[in-house]
């Protein structure tokens, strides 16, 4: 018995998020690096394969992708109006990338170092609320 491992079971019909932070070398979902998305989705589960993997409902742009995923690789979700994004809103390219527009500055800051001054700027972006501004 494992005592730090817990047994995540999924039933058919409940919406997961896909954990891609694995694929960076192969698809670029967004931002490069550190900032570019460790889940995607809402996907919806059609089927339980075996104890530890289920098969998902992909949307047609992700139709190259075999749909079978172990449990390790999708996150709950929680139903959360919030969460919804438009591939149309964000305007997805055939790549599954997007660009990211600058709306507003917010803030100005200049983070002084021993030799040298660094300035910051707090940007509020297009598609993302007040409190996801970086």
């Known amino acids: 018995m494992d005592l730090k491992r817990k047994e995540i079971e999924y039933l058919v019909g409940d919406f997961v998020f896909l954990k891609v932070s694995s694929w960076k070398n192969i698809l670029r979902f967004g931002w490069k690096g550190k900032l570019s998305p460790m889940f995607i989705g809402q996907y919806r589960i059609l089927k339980r394969v075996g104890r530890v993997a289920y098969q998902l409902k992909l949307p ?72 996801e501004a970086t």
Do not use: A
Not at 96 to 106: A, K
């Open 60 to 131: 047609p742009e992700l139709d190259w992708i075999y749909d079978m995923f172990y449990v390790s690789m999708l996150r709950q979700y929680r139903s959360n109006p919030e969460h919804i994004v438009s591939t149309k809103e964000i305007e997805v390219k055939l790549d599954l990338t997007f660009e990211e527009e600058p709306v507003q500055v917010l803030d100005h800051d200049v983070k002084v170092l021993k030799r040298k001054s660094i300035p910051l700027v707090k940007v509020l972006w297009r598609n993302h609320s007040f409190e």
